[in-house]
C-alpha cells in the first residue's frame, strides 16, 4: 500500500506536495557529479547527504562501489527507500533515516518551504530522528564526503574529523549563507578546513570542493 502523501514522477517516488525541488534536482544532478568526480581520485565509498528521495544516491551508485547516505525527513526517508528498492540492484547505497552532526544524539526535522522537500534544515536541540556520527560509521575507506544539509555541513564534518584525518577525502559542501542559523560565523568551515591541510579546489554553483594539500 502506497503511503498518503507521496507520488511517483518519472518512475521516482516523491513527496506528492513537493513542486520546487523535483525539477532542480534532477536538472542538477548529472552536471553536479560530472563536475566533481575529476576532484576524486578513488571510486571506492563516498558518504553523501542529504540523500533527499535518493536522485543523487542512485546516481553515485554508478561511479562508486559503496554510498552512505542519510536524510532526517521521514516522507523523503520514505521515498528514499522506495526508490532504492526498485533501482540500487548491487546493492552498492546504504541509506539511514538520520542526520550527520557533531555529537550523536537525537534531532527535528522542520520544513522550511513546504513545497520544497530540498530545502528542510534539522534542529539538533530537539526530536527523535537519530544523528550519526561520520566517525561512527567504521569506515575502511573513505574517497569523499559531499554534504549539501542545508547549513548543517560543519557540524557533521566535525563528526567525521577521524575520517578526515585517516583517509584524506575530497570534501564536497554547499556554501550558500544557511550555516548562520547554526550560528556559525561566515568562514568558519573554510577556517576548519584549512587547519587541517585543505584548499578550496573549485567553485560549482553554490557547491565548493575541497583537497588536502601536501
Known amino acids: ?21 523535483r525539477p532542480v534536482i534532477t536538472a542538477d544532478c548529472p552536471g553536479a557529479i560530472k563536475a566533481l568526480l575529476p576532484h576524486i581520485p578513488g571510486r571506492d565509498l563516498i558518504v553523501q ?13 554508478d561511479w562508486f562501489q559503496q554510498v552512505i547516505t542519510v536524510e532526517p525527513d521521514p516522507l523523503n526517508a520514505e521515498c528514499l527507500m522506495r526508490n532504492l528498492a526498485m533501482r540500487d540492484s548491487l546493492g552498492r547505497v546504504t541509506a539511514m533515516q538520520a542526520a550527520f552532526g557533531e555529537e550523536g544524539g537525537f534531532c527535528k526535522p522542520t520544513v522550511v518551504k513546504s513545497t520544497n522537500v530540498g530545502a528542510h534544515r534539522v534542529r539538533f536541540d530537539a526530536g527523535d530522528v537519530a544523528v550519526v556520527r561520520i566517525d561512527e560509521l567504521g569506515l575502511k575507506k573513505c574517497d569523499a564526503i559531499w554534504l549539501d544539509i542545508e547549513g548543517a555541513e ?7 574529523a577521524a575520517t578526515i584525518e585517516r583517509f584524506s577525502p575530497t570534501i564536497c559542501v554547499e556554501d550558500k ?14 577556517a576548519w578546513l584549512a587547519d587541517r591541510g585543505y584548499e578550496q579546489v573549485d567553485r560549482q554553483g553554490a557547491d565548493k570542493v575541497f583537497r588536502r594539500i601536501p
Open 177 to 190: 549563507g544557511l550555516h548562520r542559523a547554526f550560528g556559525i560565523v561566515d568562514g568558519a568551515l573554510q
Open 154 to 160: 560543519l557540524p557533521a564534518l566535525k563528526g567525521a
Open 1 to 21: 500500500m502506497t503511503p498518503r502523501g507521496i507520488v511517483q514522477h518519472d518512475g521516482m517516488w516523491w513527496p506528492s506536495i513537493d513542486t520546487d525541488a
Open 49 to 61: 547527504a542529504g540523500a533527499n528521495v535518493g536522485v543523487y544516491p542512485v546516481a553515485l551508485a
